[in-house]
């Protein structure tokens, strides 16, 4: 006997769903809703927007929260999966800038990568912006992007935009995560009793060092990555004007000893409402980093070859893995190198849009991108003798010391003019 208190749901595909209490009645009459919520979508496209409805192209949308969500240093990264035709593979290098893929390759001239595009400004890079800063991500899919913004485009369009303040008393957000990262699957290793009896088997004549050694060379390389990120923001404003501002603060150390990421963030929005038709908006953003790097494939490469009967070190030596095997330690590899990489970016654009018809917009807009890039390595001197090496001999030395040095600027303007007309029988859209 059914429940004279149930309540039924009822749903179907593309129809609201709804919950409709039972109170003993024997018959009920159902009117679904359609839900077209989806369609009425408005997204960025070139330098407008629409509806989803009214678009012929495929595009694809994301929120800002649905990417801050994760604990990630770029935006890219948080939408990995989300994105129907967009390919996301990331080292998980801290600082790595992701390598991302839409629709596959579409130009062989202009690169593999999408173009990004941040509140007008036109990049190849988008480490810079924080999560936290982003309102919506919007993807064009089709090559008919080239249209708007040339052969840069063939490759998709990521276009990016940015939180701004809204009329009211000022709203204060802080948020944080604190989290480690570390591998998920460590790849097992022989032992040195494992690895003698290998050896023993594969050639009787090969001579095995007798260090009294077990090394595990994964266990000393990898490490548990802390990672943090903290953000505060001020928004608020009045119809007269509009302000958002944030600061992030983010570290990523990574699983690799002495690997690390350290990434600082600011970023002001503004807009003034001059007079009823007419406003001008600026938006800027700085950010800093420092990146402590590694050669990922070459530690990794010996790490993994590398014998567990030598010693990693002992006694303020290295083993020698190169004098027993065709292989360099690959913690000395790490110890003797300092390569440091310091970035700072300044983005913005600022532009005046003037409406003498309720359907006429006149934009005047001007944008700039400057970035100040300094990378110093250092390779220190060390000899395969004994005042290394437990052991003189082998191929892994570098007699000499080498620092380099590396100082990069570039800057780049854009100003674009844009009139818009959007008018039907029906009024203005």
């Not at 893995?321 to 913690?331: D, E, L, M, R, Y």
């Amino acid at each position: 006997m059914t429940d004279p208190n149930a309540v039924l749901i009822f749903s179907f595909l593309g129809y609201t769903p709804q919950e409709v209490p039972l109170n003993g009645r024997a018959t009920i009459d159902i009117v679904m809703e359609s839900s077209a919520s989806e369609l009425n979508q408005v997204v960025v496209i070139g330098y407008g927007t629409r509806r989803k409805r009214d678009l012929t192209g495929s595009v694809g949308s994301i929120s800002g929260e649905a990417i801050a969500a994760q604990p990630v240093n770029t935006a890219t990264q948080g939408v990995q999966g989300k994105l129907a035709g967009v390919q996301i593979i990331s080292s998980g290098a801290p600082g790595s800038q992701p390598q991302v893929r839409v629709r596959g390759t579409g130009s062989m001239l202009a690169g593999a990568e999408p173009l990004y595009v941040v509140d007008g400004v036109l990049t190849n890079d988008i480490r810079n912006i924080n999560t936290a800063d982003i309102l919506t991500m919007d993807v064009l899919k089709d090559a008919s992007a080239s249209a708007i913004y040339g052969v840069r485009a063939a490759n998709g369009v990521i276009i990016i935009t940015t939180k701004r303040g809204r009329a009211g008393q000022m709203e204060v957000s802080y948020n944080m995560t604190v989290g480690w990262r570390e591998v998920a699957k460590q790849v097992k290793m022989a032992n040195s009793a494992q690895y003698t009896d290998y050896l023993k088997d594969a050639g009787p004549a090969v001579t095995i060092p007798d260090f009294n050694a077990n090394s595990d060379w994964y266990d000393a390389l990898l490490r548990k990555g802390f990672q943090q990120t903290h953000n505060i923001s001020l928004s608020g404003g009045s119809e007269k004007f509009l302000y958002y501002f944030n600061a992030g603060y983010l570290v990523d150390e990574g699983i690799v000893r002495t690997n690390k990421y350290d990434r600082f963030t600011l970023r002001s929005n503004n807009e003034w409402n001059i007079a009823k038709n007419l406003k001008f908006v600026a938006q800027v953003s700085y950010m800093h980093n420092t990146t402590q790097n590694v050669n990922l494939a070459e530690v990794y490469n010996n790490t993994y070859r590398a014998a567990p009967v030598i010693p990693i070190t002992r006694d303020g030596k290295y083993g020698n893995t190169s004098a027993f095997q065709n292989v360099g330690n690959s913690i000395l590899s790490i110890d003797k190198v300092n390569d440091l990489y310091k970035e700072n970016r300044l983005q913005g654009t600022g532009y005046l849009e003037y409406s003498p018809r309720e359907f006429l917009k006149l934009r005047s807009s001007i944008s700039g991108n400057q970035g100040f890039q300094n990378r110093r390595r250092y390779n220190a001197a060390f000899l395969n003798d004994e005042s290394t090496f437990l052991v003189a001999g082998g191929n892994q030395q570098r007699p000499e010391s080498q620092l380099t040095m590396v100082k990069e600027e570039g800057t780049e303007w854009i100003w674009d003019n844009t009139v818009t007309f959007q008018k039907n029988s029906t009024g203005t859209i």
